[in-house]
Each structure stands twice: as structure tokens, then as C-alpha cells.
């Protein structure tokens, strides 16, 4: 079967609610899981997100434009939703008696998880339902500004949640998600080698370094620069203050003007080429726009998935 799979927003200026977690942050997770467990199961996978947009409404329009181009069988867009910090559960929106039979063993098999079942409801509202082509579902997974949902909330369960509701299986050997660096514990020397290496932070002579898993002189000083940026102790050693700043940087969060701080804020700065004092000011809103209008982004000062790729892959 063809999949399109639309993870929700992750588009600037088309960005998702705020909570206690960010939509953004948890559809791209969660999205991205449910690709995987598709494929391995030897369904086609088309992602149906695009890369850029100039606003929200051609954000909506290249999704179904993807989706009726490539002839999807069930275009799926996923989403969390925020209202009042009261309510909670799942719910999905559906067209049509094709998208209704789709959308209900999804919604069981979420519900399964312990989230209230706000039942399936009419989806013709939604532009991505109203005008794509085939039988189209979207899923509100929970409330993200629920601690009741939040605190049931398991991105890995509900991908599985998803993709067992669509196809009545699961991938019989592991998927490996894609990983939420901020949680990753290996912490060898090759890999640190490899986190400056992707983070442009070069030894003294300001060349990469050699990924040979070996603490030598210019890993040393690579990484006493790092931590000079990053405003930690300079020790040349990668303690657990370090690896939770390297691992903050490649987690990827969204980043907005008046909203950041800390050793990732200066990290960014330090990349813009802009003063290193950790506030996302006025000066770093400028140099981060102006390095997206040079890549091609969208202006919008809001350091996304993309901008992210831009900068460190």
C-alpha cells in the first residue's frame, strides 16, 4: 500500500502549538517513527511535509499536492492538539466512509494507551482533508498542554499505535526511530569526534578532525573550544555538562527569537558570527535570517528542522 505520511507543521511559518512540549518537536518524532515501521513492514512511504513554504496556506497546499501527485492510497497527517490545559484525548479527523474505516482502528488502537476517545469527526473543514483525493485521515494524537496526556504520552507507542491501526501489524524486528539525541548515552571518543566534526568545531589549526576514536592533541583542543563557546568549564574533557550540551545542539529543538538560551543560544551565535551571550536578541534574529535568506530559507528568525539541517545536518 501507499502511504502519503504528513508529519503536521515543521514548515515555517506553518508551525505547530505550544505546551508543555512543542507540537513541532513531537509530530516530526512521531512522524518520522511511523515512516519507518511502514517501510519495514514493505509498504511505499511517501512524506508528504514539505521542505519550505511561503506561508501557511502554500504549506497546506504543497502536502496535498504531494499526496494527489504521487496517487497516495490513504494520505495521513499527524498532529497534537493544545486548548485549555483541560482537555484531553485523541481524536481524528476523517472524510468520506473510506477515511471514516481508515481512521477507526488507528483511534483504537491510541486509545488502547490509556488517552480519553474523543471519537472520529468530520474532517471536510480541514484544508489537507478538503483537498486531497484519496481517503484522508488526521490525527490528533493528545493534548500537549494536557500533564494528563503528557504524561501518558510515548512517542514509540504511539507510532505503533498508528501503524498497527493501518496495516493490523507491526515490524517483527526493532526499528531503530530516529534518535532524540538529547537522550543519547554513548559517549566515546569517536563519537565525540564525530558530534564536532558535524558541529564545525575544528582543532587549533582550524581543520576537522581525524574520527580515528582516540583523545589526541587536536580533539583536546577542538573540544576546550567547544566548551569555551558553550560557556562550560574548559577542561578538555567530556564530562556529563559537555555531552548534555553537544547532545542539546543535535537534538535539533526549534529555536525562537526571545525563547532561547543557554549553551545551544551560543552555540547558534557562535555559528552566526554574532556576539556569544546566550539571549536571542535583536542582532542574532537579524544574522539568523540572513543566514536562511542565503540558504534559500524562509526569513522568519525561527531555527526549525531545516535551518537546523543547514547548519549541522
Request: proline share 4%; charged share 25%; glycine share 8%.
Amino acid at each position: 500500500m501507499r502511504f502519503g505520511i504528513d508529519i503536521g507543521h515543521n514548515c515555517p511559518p506553518d508551525t505547530g502549538a505550544r505546551g508543555i512540549k512543542f507540537e513541532d518537536n513531537l509530530t516530526f518524532d512521531v512522524g518520522n517513527r511511523v515512516m519507518s515501521k511502514l517501510k519495514a513492514l514493505g509498504h511505499e512511504v511517501i512524506e508528504c511535509k514539505p521542505v519550505r513554504a511561503g506561508n501557511v496556506k502554500d504549506s497546506l497546499s504543497r502536502r496535498c499536492d504531494k499526496a494527489n501527485d504521487t496517487k497516495v492510497d490513504l494520505f495521513v497527517s499527524i498532529h497534537f492538539n493544545a486548548f485549555n490545559q483541560r482537555a484531553n484525548g485523541t481524536e481524528i479527523f476523517a472524510t468520506g466512509e473510506k477515511g471514516r474505516k481508515a481512521a477507526k482502528p488507528v483511534l483504537d488502537e491510541i486509545v488502547k494507551l490509556g488517552f480519553f476517545n474523543r471519537g472520529i469527526k468530520n474532517g471536510s473543514h480541514l484544508f489537507v482533508l478538503r483537498n486531497t483525493k484519496m481517503p484522508a485521515i488526521l490525527i490528533e494524537s493528545c493534548f500537549i498542554d494536557s500533564q494528563k496526556d503528557m504524561t501518558l504520552f510515548n512517542s514509540e507507542a504511539i507510532a505503533n499505535g498508528i501503524v498497527k491501526g493501518l496495516t493490523g501489524q507491526l515490524p517483527k524486528a526493532p526499528v531503530v526511530p530516529v534518535p532524540d539525541e538529547e537522550s543519547n548515552i554513548d559517549t566515546t571518543v569517536l563519537r565525540l569526534q564525530r558530534a564536532l566534526n558535524r558541529l564545525k568545531i575544528t582543532d587549533q589549526d582550524g581543520k576537522v578532525l581525524i574520527e580515528d576514536n582516540t583523545i589526541d592533541v587536536q580533539t583536546k583542543k577542538a573540544l576546550e573550544r567547544f566548551q569555551r563557546i558553550a560557556e562550560i568549564q574548559v577542561t578538555g574533557i567530556a564530562g556529563n555538562t559537555t555531552w548534555q550540551a553537544i547532545n542539546q545542539i543535535l537534538a535539533k529543538r526549534i529555536i525562537r527569537p526571545k525563547h532561547a538560551g543557554g549553551p545551544v543560544m551560543r552555540y547558534l551565535q557562535h555559528r552566526m558570527g554574532v556576539e556569544i551571550d546566550g539571549v536571542y536578541g535583536s542582532e542574532t534574529e537579524d544574522a539568523v535570517k540572513r543566514f536562511q535568506r542565503q540558504n534559500g530559507l524562509l526569513a522568519d528568525g525561527i531555527v526549525g528542522p531545516v535551518s537546523w539541517q543547514k547548519l549541522i545536518g
